[in-house]
């Protein structure tokens, strides 16, 4: 998902403790996403209720982000509202990606390739509406705010950075900064050990801090110039241009000047293009939210997870006490939240 630039940004490893009392903006999409790949059992099955509902997010979201609240982390998610038309052809691909990799995950398991199947379950990965309502539904209990972006979360969420409403935005991908946001923490929810594909071997995952600005100055190009890099590389609303990687995107762009006569010298063409910009520069977004945490329901969250999901009891009060010890169990940290 995304686009692929990583490597030619100014990345910096930061600790948790270092974004206490500042509001991230939670890319909710991606995050779901990334519980939904990771919280799975070793033959990729996600976690499931009784009913065979999925779960895997709803314990991602409970204890990875009332680890996160104990920190001083202030999250505030955001929800995707109507993708634009030139996105559909990236959703139907994804669609046939997911198809594919779930028949795979099958054919892995049968066979008994663990890892394997644990591979072909993380990229079958699908955020339903199901899951995204009872999702809402969970953060609203927790006391956590959140908004309905009128079309992408990372554009509603680059604005609410540059208008001072948050500190960061917290997501995977790097869409964000092509949207304008001053910052980006990675791996805010997938922090701690993680085994590399294919391989034997754990590394540490830890936050990593990008700064627009900075990046910006070290590649000595403008956020136009970086968009048109990420779309001869490829972005969700286009496909790259064949043969072009990061560091001959970034060279052909800084050469030319600008995408366009890029294309008119390598005779290339993207789809409506300068829609495809101007969407990235000036996206729609709202102003219509009210970020508030709030002290969490108690009973609403067990009867949610417990009686509805079948969670323990013990563990989600366990969760819950931590919570509520940073949303409103005291007066020091009244101060700091409210």
């Avoid at 034997?200 to 830890?206: E, F, M, S």
Wanted: hydrophobic share 35%; with cysteine; proline share 4%.
């Amino acid at each position: 998902m995304g686009t692929d630039i990583g490597d030619l940004l100014q990345k910096h490893t930061v600790e948790i403790a270092e974004l206490s009392n500042k509001v991230v903006a939670i890319d909710a999409y991606n995050t779901l996403y990334q519980f939904l790949s990771i919280i799975r059992q070793r033959d990729g099955t996600p976690l499931k209720d009784s009913s065979g509902q999925v779960t895997s997010h709803l314990s991602g979201i409970l204890y990875r982000f009332t680890n996160l609240i104990e920190s001083g982390v202030k999250p505030v998610f955001v929800f995707d509202g109507k993708p634009p038309e030139f996105k559909s052809g990236t959703l139907e691909k994804r669609h046939e990606v997911r198809e594919n990799a779930s028949a795979k995950w099958e054919d892995a398991k049968v066979q008994g390739l663990e890892e394997e199947a644990y591979k072909y379950a993380q990229a079958s990965s699908k955020v339903t509406k199901e899951i995204i309502e009872d999702s809402i539904r969970l953060i609203e209990l927790m006391g956590i705010p959140y908004v309905r972006a009128p079309s992408e979360g990372e554009a509603q969420a680059a604005y609410m950075v540059r208008k001072g409403d948050a500190d960061f935005i917290g997501s995977q991908d790097y869409d964000s900064l092509l949207f304008g946001a001053p910052s980006v923490i990675r791996n805010l929810t997938i922090t701690g050990k993680r085994k590399l594909p294919r391989k034997n071997i754990y590394v540490d995952v830890k936050p990593e801090m990008i700064s627009l600005e900075e990046s910006l100055e070290e590649l000595g190009v403008t956020r136009s110039q970086l968009i048109d890099i990420a779309m001869c590389i490829g972005t969700d609303y286009n496909p790259g241009l064949e043969n072009i990687g990061p560091k001959r995107a970034l060279k052909l762009v800084k050469e030319h000047g600008n995408i366009e006569t890029v294309l008119s010298e390598t005779d290339k063409e993207i789809e409506e293009l300068d829609a495809k910009k101007e969407f990235f520069l000036n996206p729609p977004v709202t102003d219509d939210y009210d970020l508030k945490w709030i002290k969490p329901d108690r009973a609403g969250v067990v009867a949610f997870l417990c009686k509805g999901h079948d969670f323990s009891e013990d563990r989600v009060n366990k969760a819950l006490d931590r919570l509520e010890a940073n949303m409103g169990g005291g007066q020091s940290t009244l101060d700091q939240w409210f």
